[in-house]
């Protein structure tokens, strides 16, 4: 069965550090891949997505995450965060059949 | 432009009741996806509708069915409600969809069955 896995449940990290969040998935076919970000009291939103082409994919807000084919990763990434990066970030898969299958989240917390 | 909406906010059922959540889609999309959030599980995707027909449906029993209205608004119907169906249903929609798609998430009704 597809899945996906984000190994980082919970991270904490002060401001400017670099954060580095993982994010596996078992699919053998083509798939497209997401991250979404639900800051605190708002929506789930869309941080960047990857469907072919270069696989360093550059989002919003300084984010950007690598496609690496023969790990089945796809890990978000951001030099320097940001007190206001405090929220909770899913990966997303969306297979050959377009069924969407979301992680169960990293809860990252930037202390100030 | 309005987002996407949920209603109602908060649903409360007994079990073995009925519940119906709705979703209204951003203006133009036509595809609205549900998922079931519940604690500790990330998102399940439960339903995918477009163009008003039932597209892909996630891993959940039948009594989890919905529909699309010609508006492209949406009803998710949970039958014979169990405890463990208690969680956040989140509704979210696009523009049509190949795989690709931004989806554009609401903000949820949180139902608790008891």
């Given at each position: 069965a597809q899945s996906v896995s984000q190994h980082n449940h919970h991270v904490i990290l002060s401001e400017a550090a670099s954060l580095e969040l993982g994010c596996n998935y078992s699919?053998?076919?083509?798939?497209?891949l997401f991250w979404y970000v639900q800051y605190p009291g708002q929506?789930?939103?869309?941080?960047?997505?990857?469907?072919?082409?270069?696989p360093?994919?550059?989002?919003?807000?300084?984010?950007?995450?690598?496609?690496?084919?023969?790990?089945?990763?796809?890990?978000?990434?951001?030099?320097?965060?940001?007190?206001?990066?405090?929220?909770?970030?899913?990966?997303?898969?969306a297979s050959g059949t377009y069924k969407y299958i979301?992680?169960?989240?990293?809860r990252l917390k930037v202390l100030a | 432009e309005a987002g996407v909406t949920q209603s109602p906010t908060h649903l409360i059922k007994t079990r073995g009741q009925q519940a119906t959540l709705r979703c209204s889609p951003i203006s133009g999309h036509t595809s609205v996806y549900w998922?079931?959030?519940?604690?500790?599980?990330?998102?399940?995707?439960?339903l995918w509708y477009d163009e008003g027909e039932e597209r892909n449906r996630g891993n959940f029993p039948p009594r989890?069915?919905?529909?699309?209205?010609?508006?492209?608004?949406s009803e998710l119907n949970v039958n014979a409600l169990e405890l463990e169906d208690s969680a956040l249903?989140?509704?979210?929609?696009?523009?049509?969809?190949?795989?690709?798609?931004t989806q554009y998430f609401g903000p949820g009704t949180r139902l608790l069955v008891l």
């Amino acid at each position: 069965a597809q899945s996906v896995s984000q190994h980082n449940h919970h991270v904490i990290l002060s401001e400017a550090a670099s954060l580095e969040l993982g994010c596996n998935y078992s699919y053998g076919g083509t798939v497209n891949l997401f991250w979404y970000v639900q800051y605190p009291g708002q929506h789930l939103q869309l941080l960047l997505k990857y469907f072919s082409g270069d696989p360093l994919v550059k989002g919003i807000k300084g984010f950007e995450a690598e496609f690496i084919k023969s790990k089945f990763s796809f890990n978000l990434r951001k030099p320097s965060v940001q007190w206001s990066d405090t929220a909770e970030y899913f990966c997303a898969v969306a297979s050959g059949t377009y069924k969407y299958i979301f992680g169960t989240g990293t809860r990252l917390k930037v202390l100030a | 432009e309005a987002g996407v909406t949920q209603s109602p906010t908060h649903l409360i059922k007994t079990r073995g009741q009925q519940a119906t959540l709705r979703c209204s889609p951003i203006s133009g999309h036509t595809s609205v996806y549900w998922y079931q959030q519940a604690l500790g599980l990330g998102l399940q995707f439960l339903l995918w509708y477009d163009e008003g027909e039932e597209r892909n449906r996630g891993n959940f029993p039948p009594r989890f069915s919905g529909r699309q209205f010609p508006n492209y608004s949406s009803e998710l119907n949970v039958n014979a409600l169990e405890l463990e169906d208690s969680a956040l249903y989140l509704c979210a929609s696009s523009l049509g969809d190949r795989g690709r798609e931004t989806q554009y998430f609401g903000p949820g009704t949180r139902l608790l069955v008891l």
